[in-house]
């Protein structure tokens, strides 16, 4: 499996069609999209939606590892799917049935990870504000703007519940005896940290005025290429002038201290 | 003459269902373009009487009063006071800088172009001009701790709150956090700021508030109680658990790096032996968390062997009993319904007989000082009882090997004294190895046998 400090979904300060077309509009393309996926049935339909879902996910310049990040659980299910299928109907009459669905399942899901990869909070909100309070577009945005940041955190509880004993591993937890230790180990804490976290992330919004008026403005950002910013190490060209400022405190930025 | 920004009479705060107040007659008065530091051990009041400014304590029982002045030049798209709390990663709500820093004024409904020339400002303030449309996710502890000071100037508050903004911060990021308050305090900005080691911000501070047990004591115009700060020096003697000191930790080249990040560690190699005492040093992002995932099997290396207590190429699942790991926040681990129960957890696990579990818990609780703990609910203690507690769980097993990962984040100066202490008698006791990873110096200097610097993926070794 490919090494990833990345989580699935991240926001890319790319810029590229997609990014620029608004999020209502981004939201409108998704829900078709989805519902298409869950209505095909032929190889052919299959296939044609194939080919339109991974062009809008590559017109939005995300690569193929962006694709293997964000889909990659669901490979394991498409297999575990497939394997299903094809045991309790036998290889002739099960195997398309088990792709078909494994893959219907990817592409329902394909449209939102690119809603999520190319669309900023504020142009979310905005987005959503025709539909729904701002409050409530933020309630929605800040929980998936946080999934990230939980997936880390399972990362290091299921790391340090491993190191002392706690049997974790989807191997062992195909044993029933060992649920015991998903949920104790594992959910629980989890859930506290998040329960802490939403309690952290509140007052942080409340600090900052969030919900004492009826409405609220919205910065206007242009667009521009960040692939500079967003390149790994290694393979970044060299970064302007402006942008190398900001890496650490120094003689330029402290000047516009004094 | 200047005139007085906060005014506080005989504060007093109960929170919602708690036996005993936060605060109890805080009283002091601050002027403007003053520093003012809040110093007193962990759960003293501190950051309880920075949210009571801000008007941040919903419920619970008040007394006293606090008065503000307002500016005269104040608009109807700023605030008195504005507050940056402890976490950044929790208190960092958008996705780029820039909406960062906006979302403020966003929600005083100021105009566009008036946000736009308050997140260049506010950006310009904290050295982070350029990176307007930057993802969050990639910035340093630094970068993020700067822009949460950003999105609170960005509202433009004449009364700036930190609280303990140096808790995730290295040595370098400390520094830069206080060349920068030096311009705010040039710039007319009145701080108030509660930290758990002021000495960095010694320079820029105009006089120290003691807080102690919800109650305010008398300002002081130099740091209080400084010994308390001084680096210890505990008498050391030999391991008394090995006779013949063999191996405990051995990497040999290890290389890892990630697509997106690029390289994390360059042909590290180390060498630990049975019971010794060493540091892991090194800045943020030095690569010092890599190298210990890459030691207890959570990160296969790109190359490189490590063989740890006598186990080669080790998996997590290899190592309860022989190594222990503690991570920096305690919550993460915390599940059981008593602090007994969650320090036996690894003993059942291993098949210790009751008896022998019993003997363990109950010596492992008293080595840890948390002997009066036994009975009570783990998530219901104070954050430095729960670090106990969770480092109590990771030492019962008796490790041969014990791995802690920043250890003295968000602990004040006497418990991580203590907390060293008891890590002093491991090796002592048990002939344990004790690896350290953190960007914090040692509160004793003389700990640590050795002294290792990890900076940009390499390992460099300086012996005592």
């Known amino acids: ?258 | 003459m200047k005139s007085d920004v906060l005014n506080i009479d005989g504060l007093g705060y109960r929170y919602p269902g708690a036996s005993t107040p936060a605060l109890t007659n805080v009283s002091c008065a601050i002027k403007a373009g003053e520093c003012i530091c809040l110093t007193g051990d962990s759960g003293c009041g501190k950051t309880t009487l920075l949210l009571a400014i801000k008007g941040l304590l919903r419920g619970g029982s008040h007394s006293g009063t606090i008065k503000i002045a307002l500016p005269v030049s104040q608009d109807a798209w700023s605030v008195p006071v504005g507050l940056v709390f402890q976490k950044a990663e929790s208190q960092i709500l958008c996705t780029t800088v820039a909406e960062e820093v906006a979302f403020g004024p966003e929600n005083l409904c100021a105009p566009p172009e008036e946000i736009d020339v308050r997140v260049r400002k506010a950006l310009m303030s904290v050295g982070l001009d350029g990176c307007e449309t930057r993802n969050v996710e990639r910035f340093s502890a630094g970068q993020k701790q700067r822009l949460t000071i950003a999105s609170v100037l960005s509202m433009n508050p004449s009364l700036l709150l930190l609280d303990e903004p140096t808790s995730q911060l290295d040595r370098q990021g400390k520094q830069e956090l206080c060349t920068l308050l030096a311009g705010f305090k040039k710039q007319g900005y009145t701080i108030v700021m509660t930290e758990h080691d002021p000495r960095p911000f010694t320079t820029i501070i105009d006089r120290y508030l003691p807080i102690a047990d919800g109650r305010s004591g008398a300002p002081t115009l130099s740091l209080p109680d400084r010994e308390r700060y001084e680096s210890k020096t505990a008498a050391k003697t030999e391991p008394t658990g090995v006779t013949e000191r063999g191996v405990a930790i051995h990497a040999r080249e290890i290389a890892l790096s990630y697509p997106e990040t690029g390289v994390a560690l360059k042909q590290v190699s180390l060498k630990v032996l049975q019971g010794e005492r060493v540091h892991l040093s090194g800045g943020n992002g030095a690569g010092k968390s890599s190298l210990l995932r890459c030691l207890a099997g959570l990160e296969t290396p790109g190359s490189g062997t490590v063989e740890l207590a006598g186990i080669a190429n080790p998996r997590p699942e290899h190592l309860p009993g022989k190594v222990g790991v503690l991570f920096q926040d305690p919550s993460r681990q915390l599940f059981a319904e008593s602090v007994h129960n969650e320090v036996a957890f690894s003993l059942h696990r291993l098949g210790h007989p009751p008896n022998e579990i019993e003997r363990v818990v109950t010596e492992t609780l008293r080595i840890c000082g948390i002997g009066h703990l036994g009975e009570r609910a783990p998530l219901t203690l104070s954050f430095g009882e729960q670090h106990r507690v969770a480092l109590a769980a990771v030492i019962a097993p008796r490790p041969a090997v014990l791995l802690l990962d920043e250890p003295f984040a968000g602990l004040d100066f006497p418990q991580r004294l203590s907390l060293l202490e008891i890590l002093a008698e491991l090796p002592d006791r048990y002939g344990a190895t004790v690896l350290i990873a953190s960007h914090d110096e040692l509160p004793d200097h003389t700990w640590a046998d050795r002294t290792l610097k990890l900076s940009e993926g390499r390992l460099d070794e300086t012996t005592h």
């Open chain 1, 1 to 258: 499996m490919l090494r990833s400090s990345d989580y699935a979904c991240q926001y890319m300060t790319h810029d590229s069609p997609v990014h620029r077309l608004g999020a209502g509009w981004k939201i409108a393309i998704g829900t078709l999209l989805s519902t298409l996926a869950v209505g095909v049935r032929t190889p052919a339909e299959l296939l044609t939606l194939v080919v339109v879902a991974l062009g809008y996910y590559f017109m939005a310049r995300l690569t193929l590892f962006d694709l293997w990040r964000d889909a990659r659980f669901f490979v394991l299910q498409a297999v575990l799917i497939t394997t299903l299928y094809c045991l309790l109907n036998g290889l002739s009459k099960g195997f398309w049935p088990g792709v078909r669905q494994s893959v219907q399942i990817i592409l329902f899901y394909i449209p939102g990870a690119v809603l999520l990869r190319t669309t900023r909070t504020g142009d979310m909100m905005r987005g959503l504000r025709r539909v729904v309070s701002y409050r409530l577009s933020f309630l929605v945005f800040v929980s998936i703007r946080f999934v990230p940041f939980f997936l880390r955190e399972l990362d290091e509880i299921m790391a340090a519940q491993r190191l002392r004993g706690a049997r974790l591993l989807p191997r062992q937890l195909i044993d029933p005896r060992n649920w015991g230790d998903l949920f104790h180990c594992l959910l629980l804490p989890l859930m506290v940290r998040a329960l802490k976290t939403a309690d952290d992330v509140s007052l942080s919004a409340e600090a900052r005025e969030f919900g004492t008026r009826k409405q609220r403005t919205f910065i206007n950002i242009p667009r521009r290429d960040e692939s500079a910013i967003t390149a790994p190490e290694g393979q970044r060209p060299a970064c302007p002038a402006e942008v190398r400022s900001c890496c650490r405190l120094g003689p330029e930025a402290r000047k516009g201290l004094s």
